[in-house]
DNA sequence: GACGACTGATACTTTTTGGCTCTGAATCGA
DNA sequence: TCGATTCAGAGCCAAAAAGTATCAGTCGTC
């Protein structure tokens, strides 16, 4: 009957408080200072740290009577303790939110490319057809990004680019969106109705960055149009990107969908034999809540469709 | 000054503890094979969880007398305190792994006369007792162009031939090479065993730099012998001295481990009273880190002895 | 329908731990 | 060398956690 386990040991715990405690001392290089903006004296800061270091049978900080510094172990505790933190704070609200009667929290990661346009259909959709469903929405993430939090469980769901690596995860393909050219209005090809690829080989780009799928197909559709873009300015928000294409920096390829960002001084071109980017709703494969199933129910009848969009 | 963020509140908490709790309940449905579980008493336990709702606000287990009962909130936090608890302890494990020195990268210089011999040997025990250590290599270096490395921290440590000016590196000796004279198969002093320095004395020499600390003692033993070797090559790597060996454009004094680069054409022959350079691990005094520590251990069953290699 | 067994909560005590004040030791700058 | 600064240690107290004893429901059983 005894169920001993690794989990059930309360000795040498490391405890929030140490981590908020290291965190503020790693961040001001000082027990003082720490110690005053964490509200308490200096002494018991530093027996904690102590505590901290003993538990972890590691050294963390190198204290000369003059300044405080990080070892390499100290480097990665407070980087990942920092994550940690927001964690156990995003599970503190998500409980409570669930306590005052929503039906559930699902936390889902949303591409750059997706985050404007598909995402509030989504949500309006949720809301008419899980509603109590609490959506905590993290937006202009990047593939890779995704499919990480997806495989650690720090999101239920994500809208993102295919392809993806991980094998752990299941796939919904949702749209195709083609690539259009973004162009200054004030731009010579701004005349131009249908625009070639190669059109664009001497211009500067504007680009998503290298990790992002839209990245990739636009780098190869180039090639196969026998030049490579010259990047001046990599940006991972949309909304960041076009706005350096308004300001005249370059040119920038986005998904069709994107044309409804109307931005003031930008034009959209079409491109023949257009390259096209998918887009697909992703999930954790052995995640089968009933919550993540009924929500991934609401992609059958295409989320585009019908009367439930404003 | 007030740094006042939302980081560094400490009232309510959430704690480790808690949550290792809670797991304990949730997962057993009983109050009390919990606590037993836990190694603690009942009461307290309750308590515990009791002051958890409260800091949630929120409701976690429905407890009929008979029976206890997760709520939805309940079997939120049960799941994502799960996977909270697994991130601390990888978390704990990886601080410990880079505290011990387990991890991280070292930048190593080798002198060009122990980077074939020794090396392999010292990457092998290095990947056997530190998983996860990266070693950046750089072979066929001379001593002085180390001292440097080391003094301006471009290398963490080098195995190089003593001795050294600078008084900021600490040394640690490890084998002691006879130098032996590499002759051309057909010389006429090939047929002869056991040579005299003195024997040399006419001939013409292919050396390694003035700067290294072989040719240092080389050249100091000739004079000793009394007579100054003819140079009539210089060249800083081993492989291409010996090859100017085998061409017949001179003799040579090599580091006996030299004696494996078995190339065509070449005999190596002992001499009476052989001169001796030493080989020897070099660091900056003040680098203090545990991965250089660790590392340096690895030296301290000699390297060249057998059995610890696979 | 009453009693006993079981279960979680409560009241109270003991133990442990965290925090505070005061002080000391080491280092840097003047 | 002296003072200022900074982190650590000692001793004390308060708060929090854990323990003991007990109570109050609920369910099953006779």
């Known amino acids: 009957m005894e169920h001993i386990s690794a989990r059930d040991r309360r000795v040498d715990d490391v405890e929030v408080r140490q ?22 004296a200096q002494p018991p800061l530093s027996q904690q740290i102590k505590a901290l270091e003993e538990q972890l049978g590691t050294q963390l900080l190198v204290r000369t009577t003059r300044k405080v510094d990080l070892t390499a172990a100290g480097e990665l505790l407070l980087a990942r ?27 889902v990661g949303v591409s750059g490319t997706a985050t404007y346009r598909l995402m509030p259909i989504i949500v309006q959709a949720a809301r ?10 993290q937006g202009e993430m990047l593939t890779p990004e995704m499919e990480i939090a997806l495989e650690e469980q720090r999101v239920d769901v994500a809208v ?43 211009e500067p780009f504007i680009a ?9 197909i636009s780098t190869e559709a180039c ?35 994107r044309r409804m960002f109307a931005l003031q001084g930008i034009v959209f071109r079409q491109l023949r034999n257009a390259p096209a980017v998918d887009l697909a709703v992703a999930w954790k494969t052995d995640n089968e809540t009933a919550l993540l199933k009924k929500f ?8 585009t469709t019908e009367g439930n969009q404003a």
């Open 223 to 257: 090639r196969q149009a026998g030049f490579s873009p010259r990047i001046v300015q990599e940006t991972q928000e949309t909304s960041t990107l076009l706005s350096f294409v308004a300001a005249g920096m370059g040119v920038a390829l986005v998904p069709t969908a």
């Open 19 to 40: 981590m908020r405690y290291f965190i503020a001392v790693a961040e001001e290089k000082h027990f003082g200072r720490a110690a005053q903006r964490l509200h308490m």
């Open 81 to 107: 303790a920092r994550l940690l933190l927001a964690e156990i704070e995003k599970l503190e609200q998500d409980v409570k939110l669930v306590g005052q009667g929503a039906s559930g929290v699902l936390r």
């Open 160 to 202: 993102l680019r295919p392809p993806i690596r991980s094998n752990q995860l299941s796939l919904k393909f949702l749209e195709k969106d083609e690539l259009v050219v973004a162009l200054p209005e004030d731009h010579e090809l701004a005349s131009r109705g249908l625009l070639e690829l190669a059109d664009l080989a001497d």
């Open 296 to 303: 991934l129910d609401l992609f059958e009848t295409p989320a």
């Open 128 to 137: 008419k057809h899980m509603p109590g469903l609490r959506l905590s929405v």
């Open 208 to 216: 998503y960055p290298l990790s992002s799928a839209v990245n990739a």
